[in-house]
Protein backbone atom coordinates (compact mmCIF):
# COMPACT_ATOMS: atom_id res chain seq x y z
CA UNK A 1 0.00 0.00 0.00
CA UNK A 2 1.19 3.93 -0.88
CA UNK A 3 0.20 6.20 1.05
CA UNK A 4 0.78 10.17 1.41
CA UNK A 5 2.13 11.71 3.89
CA UNK A 6 1.94 15.66 4.83
CA UNK A 7 1.63 17.72 8.35
CA UNK A 8 2.42 20.58 9.78
CA UNK A 9 5.89 21.19 11.22
CA UNK A 10 4.96 22.24 14.72
CA UNK A 11 4.99 19.00 15.76
CA UNK A 12 7.82 18.68 18.55
CA UNK A 13 4.86 17.68 21.29
CA UNK A 14 3.74 14.28 19.07
CA UNK A 15 7.35 12.85 18.22
CA UNK A 16 6.38 9.71 19.64
CA UNK A 17 3.22 9.27 17.99
CA UNK A 18 4.75 10.27 14.46
CA UNK A 19 7.54 7.81 15.10
CA UNK A 20 5.45 4.47 16.11
CA UNK A 21 3.43 5.48 12.94
CA UNK A 22 6.44 5.60 10.85
CA UNK A 23 7.48 2.50 12.61
CA UNK A 24 4.21 0.66 11.84
CA UNK A 25 3.96 1.51 8.24
CA UNK A 26 7.75 0.46 7.68
CA UNK A 27 6.29 -2.39 9.66
CA UNK A 28 3.23 -3.30 7.34
CA UNK A 29 5.26 -2.49 4.18
CA UNK A 30 3.84 0.66 3.38
CA UNK A 31 5.79 3.04 0.60
CA UNK A 32 5.39 6.60 1.78
CA UNK A 33 5.30 9.41 0.14
CA UNK A 34 5.94 12.57 1.99
CA UNK A 35 6.15 16.52 1.54
CA UNK A 36 9.49 17.91 1.72
CA UNK A 37 8.48 20.52 4.47
CA UNK A 38 7.39 17.57 7.19
CA UNK A 39 10.35 15.11 6.09
CA UNK A 40 13.03 17.39 6.73
CA UNK A 41 11.34 18.69 10.30
CA UNK A 42 10.76 14.70 10.86
CA UNK A 43 14.21 13.26 9.47
CA UNK A 44 16.42 15.39 11.88
CA UNK A 45 15.16 13.59 14.88
CA UNK A 46 13.94 10.23 13.66
CA UNK A 47 15.85 9.40 10.75
CA UNK A 48 15.85 5.31 11.30
CA UNK A 49 11.57 5.54 11.74
CA UNK A 50 12.12 6.83 8.25
CA UNK A 51 12.52 4.17 6.21
CA UNK A 52 9.62 3.95 4.72
CA UNK A 53 9.78 7.31 2.98
CA UNK A 54 10.13 6.15 -0.53
CA UNK A 55 9.15 9.80 -2.02
CA UNK A 56 9.85 13.39 -0.73
CA UNK A 57 7.64 15.87 -3.33
CA UNK A 58 5.52 19.17 -3.10
CA UNK A 59 4.35 18.97 -6.60
CA UNK A 60 0.61 16.87 -7.11
CA UNK A 61 2.43 14.51 -9.46
CA UNK A 62 1.94 10.93 -7.42
CA UNK A 63 -0.80 8.18 -6.80
CA UNK A 64 -1.53 6.85 -3.44
CA UNK A 65 -4.28 4.56 -1.72
CA UNK A 66 -4.88 6.96 1.16
CA UNK A 67 -3.14 10.38 2.62
CA UNK A 68 -2.57 10.97 6.02
CA UNK A 69 -2.90 14.83 7.40
CA UNK A 70 -0.98 15.38 10.71
CA UNK A 71 -2.18 18.69 12.17
CA UNK A 72 -5.88 20.50 11.85
CA UNK A 73 -7.97 22.21 9.89
CA UNK A 74 -5.98 24.13 8.20
CA UNK A 75 -3.50 21.30 7.46
CA UNK A 76 -6.21 18.89 6.60
CA UNK A 77 -6.96 21.86 3.62
CA UNK A 78 -3.28 22.14 2.37
CA UNK A 79 -3.57 18.13 2.29
CA UNK A 80 -6.43 18.12 -0.06
CA UNK A 81 -4.25 20.93 -1.88
CA UNK A 82 -1.18 18.40 -2.34
CA UNK A 83 -3.20 15.52 -3.70
CA UNK A 84 -4.77 17.74 -6.25
CA UNK A 85 -7.81 16.37 -8.05
CA UNK A 86 -6.95 12.53 -7.27
CA UNK A 87 -9.74 12.11 -5.20
CA UNK A 88 -7.11 10.09 -3.18
CA UNK A 89 -9.04 9.62 0.74
CA UNK A 90 -7.55 11.78 3.70
CA UNK A 91 -7.76 10.52 7.04
CA UNK A 92 -7.29 13.41 9.30
CA UNK A 93 -5.15 13.23 12.55
CA UNK A 94 -5.80 16.23 15.01
CA UNK A 95 -2.97 17.72 16.35
CA UNK A 96 -4.75 21.37 16.52
CA UNK A 97 -7.64 22.99 18.49
CA UNK A 98 -10.98 21.73 16.94
CA UNK A 99 -10.43 19.96 14.16
CA UNK A 100 -13.84 19.33 12.51
CA UNK A 101 -12.37 17.97 9.52
CA UNK A 102 -10.04 15.39 11.53
CA UNK A 103 -11.04 12.14 12.29
CA UNK A 104 -8.80 11.05 14.89
CA UNK A 105 -6.47 12.45 17.77
CA UNK A 106 -2.98 11.76 17.83
CA UNK A 107 -3.04 9.39 20.29
CA UNK A 108 -4.29 7.01 17.49
CA UNK A 109 -2.03 8.05 14.83
CA UNK A 110 0.09 4.75 15.38
CA UNK A 111 -3.60 2.96 14.92
CA UNK A 112 -4.17 4.29 11.29
CA UNK A 113 -1.44 2.09 9.38
CA UNK A 114 -3.59 -0.91 10.49
CA UNK A 115 -7.18 0.64 9.62
CA UNK A 116 -6.49 1.07 6.15
CA UNK A 117 -4.38 -2.01 5.96
CA UNK A 118 -8.02 -3.30 7.36
CA UNK A 119 -10.57 -1.48 5.51
CA UNK A 120 -11.51 -0.46 9.04
CA UNK A 121 -12.47 3.33 7.53
CA UNK A 122 -15.20 4.81 5.75
CA UNK A 123 -15.10 7.46 2.62
CA UNK A 124 -16.98 10.31 2.80
CA UNK A 125 -17.84 12.51 0.19
CA UNK A 126 -16.99 16.71 0.26
CA UNK A 127 -18.22 19.35 -2.69
CA UNK A 128 -15.49 21.74 -3.31
CA UNK A 129 -16.11 25.12 -5.05
CA UNK A 130 -14.29 26.08 -8.53
CA UNK A 131 -13.43 29.69 -8.59
CA UNK A 132 -13.18 31.98 -11.83
CA UNK A 133 -11.71 35.02 -11.67
CA UNK A 134 -8.42 37.04 -12.83
CA UNK A 135 -4.82 36.82 -10.89
CA UNK A 136 -6.53 33.59 -9.32
CA UNK A 137 -4.01 31.76 -6.95
CA UNK A 138 -2.33 28.81 -8.98
CA UNK A 139 -5.35 26.37 -6.78
CA UNK A 140 -8.49 28.12 -7.48
CA UNK A 141 -10.53 25.35 -5.67
CA UNK A 142 -12.43 25.82 -1.91
CA UNK A 143 -13.49 23.28 0.47
CA UNK A 144 -14.40 25.41 3.01
CA UNK A 145 -15.09 28.66 1.60
CA UNK A 146 -14.94 31.53 -0.62
CA UNK A 147 -14.84 35.17 0.37
CA UNK A 148 -14.94 38.82 -0.66
CA UNK A 149 -14.04 41.39 2.06
CA UNK A 150 -13.22 44.64 1.71
CA UNK A 151 -9.63 46.48 2.22
CA UNK A 152 -8.50 47.44 5.16
CA UNK A 153 -8.86 50.88 3.86
CA UNK A 154 -12.63 50.62 2.97
CA UNK A 155 -15.65 51.44 5.08
CA UNK A 156 -17.63 48.73 3.37
CA UNK A 157 -17.78 46.70 0.04
CA UNK A 158 -21.17 45.98 -1.85
CA UNK A 159 -21.20 43.00 -3.65
CA UNK A 160 -24.36 42.15 -6.21
CA UNK A 161 -24.42 38.31 -6.30
CA UNK A 162 -26.46 37.10 -9.61
CA UNK A 163 -27.68 33.06 -8.74
CA UNK A 164 -28.32 31.10 -12.45
CA UNK A 165 -28.55 34.00 -14.01
CA UNK A 166 -30.87 36.18 -12.30
CA UNK A 167 -30.24 39.06 -10.11
CA UNK A 168 -30.01 37.35 -6.01
CA UNK A 169 -29.48 40.91 -4.16
CA UNK A 170 -26.83 43.72 -3.54
CA UNK A 171 -25.07 42.66 -0.07
CA UNK A 172 -23.94 45.93 1.36
CA UNK A 173 -21.74 44.28 3.93
CA UNK A 174 -18.15 44.13 5.45
CA UNK A 175 -18.05 41.10 2.86
CA UNK A 176 -19.93 38.02 1.89
CA UNK A 177 -18.98 34.59 2.39
CA UNK A 178 -20.41 31.45 0.32
CA UNK A 179 -19.78 28.65 2.14
CA UNK A 180 -19.80 24.78 1.50
CA UNK A 181 -21.56 22.40 3.85
CA UNK A 182 -17.98 21.32 5.38
CA UNK A 183 -17.05 25.06 5.31
CA UNK A 184 -19.99 25.35 7.60
CA UNK A 185 -18.41 25.14 10.51
CA UNK A 186 -15.44 27.65 10.06
CA UNK A 187 -15.50 31.22 9.09
CA UNK A 188 -19.41 30.98 8.16
CA UNK A 189 -20.11 29.60 11.91
CA UNK A 190 -18.67 33.10 13.35
CA UNK A 191 -20.82 35.63 11.05
CA UNK A 192 -23.80 33.75 12.42
CA UNK A 193 -24.07 31.74 9.65
CA UNK A 194 -26.14 28.06 9.53
CA UNK A 195 -24.29 24.98 10.71
CA UNK A 196 -25.21 22.19 7.58
CA UNK A 197 -24.29 18.45 7.40
CA UNK A 198 -20.91 18.60 5.57
CA UNK A 199 -23.18 15.59 3.30
CA UNK A 200 -25.67 18.00 2.48
CA UNK A 201 -25.53 19.43 -1.46
CA UNK A 202 -25.59 23.15 -0.37
CA UNK A 203 -23.84 26.64 -0.47
CA UNK A 204 -24.74 28.92 2.35
CA UNK A 205 -24.41 32.41 1.57
CA UNK A 206 -23.50 34.95 4.69
CA UNK A 207 -22.85 38.62 4.72
CA UNK A 208 -20.19 39.73 6.92
CA UNK A 209 -21.03 42.63 9.40
CA UNK A 210 -23.86 43.20 7.18
CA UNK A 211 -25.72 47.31 6.89
CA UNK A 212 -28.99 45.88 7.22
CA UNK A 213 -31.09 43.41 9.05
CA UNK A 214 -32.89 42.14 6.45
CA UNK A 215 -29.80 40.70 5.00
CA UNK A 216 -29.49 37.72 6.19
CA UNK A 217 -27.71 34.28 5.91
CA UNK A 218 -29.26 32.03 2.49
CA UNK A 219 -28.76 28.61 1.78
CA UNK A 220 -28.55 27.45 -2.07
CA UNK A 221 -28.01 24.47 -3.89
CA UNK A 222 -24.45 23.78 -4.61
CA UNK A 223 -25.39 23.05 -8.18
CA UNK A 224 -25.95 26.66 -8.23
CA UNK A 225 -24.21 29.22 -10.63
CA UNK A 226 -22.92 32.28 -8.39
CA UNK A 227 -21.58 35.08 -9.81
CA UNK A 228 -20.52 38.22 -7.16
CA UNK A 229 -19.32 41.88 -8.19
CA UNK A 230 -18.27 43.35 -5.82
CA UNK A 231 -17.63 47.45 -5.20
CA UNK A 232 -15.99 49.71 -3.13
CA UNK A 233 -14.91 53.27 -2.73
CA UNK A 234 -11.21 51.73 -2.16
CA UNK A 235 -10.12 50.50 -5.56
CA UNK A 236 -9.44 46.96 -4.98
CA UNK A 237 -11.21 44.00 -2.73
CA UNK A 238 -9.92 40.86 -1.28
CA UNK A 239 -10.76 37.78 -2.44
CA UNK A 240 -10.40 34.68 -0.38
CA UNK A 241 -10.02 30.88 -0.82
CA UNK A 242 -9.57 28.66 2.02
CA UNK A 243 -7.57 31.71 3.94
CA UNK A 244 -5.50 31.70 0.45
CA UNK A 245 -6.04 35.66 -0.67
CA UNK A 246 -5.16 37.75 -3.67
CA UNK A 247 -6.18 41.68 -4.30
CA UNK A 248 -8.25 42.68 -7.25
CA UNK A 249 -9.85 45.95 -8.87
CA UNK A 250 -13.52 46.70 -7.85
CA UNK A 251 -15.53 45.08 -9.88
CA UNK A 252 -13.98 42.19 -11.10
CA UNK A 253 -16.31 39.53 -11.72
CA UNK A 254 -16.26 36.37 -9.40
CA UNK A 255 -17.84 32.86 -11.04
CA UNK A 256 -18.56 30.46 -8.26
CA UNK A 257 -19.30 26.55 -9.62
CA UNK A 258 -19.53 22.98 -8.05
CA UNK A 259 -15.99 21.80 -8.49
CA UNK A 260 -16.19 18.81 -11.07
CA UNK A 261 -14.13 16.59 -8.46
CA UNK A 262 -14.49 16.25 -4.48
CA UNK A 263 -12.28 15.80 -1.52
CA UNK A 264 -12.49 12.10 0.13
CA UNK A 265 -12.54 12.14 4.01
CA UNK A 266 -11.88 8.72 5.82
CA UNK A 267 -12.93 8.20 8.87
CA UNK A 268 -14.64 5.45 11.65
CA UNK A 269 -17.77 3.81 10.49
CA UNK A 270 -19.06 4.91 13.95
CA UNK A 271 -18.21 8.72 13.54
CA UNK A 272 -21.67 11.33 13.37
CA UNK A 273 -22.14 14.35 12.81
CA UNK A 274 -23.93 15.19 16.25
CA UNK A 275 -21.42 13.48 18.07
CA UNK A 276 -18.67 15.42 16.40
CA UNK A 277 -20.70 18.99 16.96
CA UNK A 278 -21.04 17.96 20.48
CA UNK A 279 -17.22 17.61 21.09
CA UNK A 280 -16.19 20.62 19.53
CA UNK A 281 -18.48 22.86 20.57
CA UNK A 282 -19.31 21.23 24.01
CA UNK A 283 -23.13 20.49 23.47
CA UNK A 284 -23.63 18.91 26.78
CA UNK A 285 -26.65 16.29 26.78
CA UNK A 286 -27.60 15.02 30.07
CA UNK A 287 -30.35 12.56 31.26
CA UNK A 288 -29.27 9.94 27.89
Known amino acids: MKIAV???????????????FMKRSAELGFEIVMHPKLYKHLRAVMLPAMSAVKRVT???DFTADAAVSIGGDGTFLRTAMWVGEKEIPIVGINTGHLGYLTAFG????AEVPDMLM??????????LIEVESPELPTWRYALNEV???????????????????HLLAEYRADGLIVATATGSTAYNLSVGGPIIDPRTPVWAISPIAAHAL?????????????ILCPDARAEHFRLTLDGRSVSLPVGTKV???????????????????GETLRNKLNWGVEGY
Do not use: W
Not at 7 to 18: K, L, M, N, P, V
Not at 214 to 226: E, F, G, K, Y
Open 6 to 20: YGSRRQDAHFQEIEA
Open 58 to 60: DAC
Open 106 to 109: VDRL
Open 118 to 127: SGTLVAERRG
Open 147 to 165: TVSKDDSASMINTCATLDG
Open 214 to 226: TMRPLVVADSSHL
Open 255 to 273: SLRRAPFEVVQLHLPSTSF
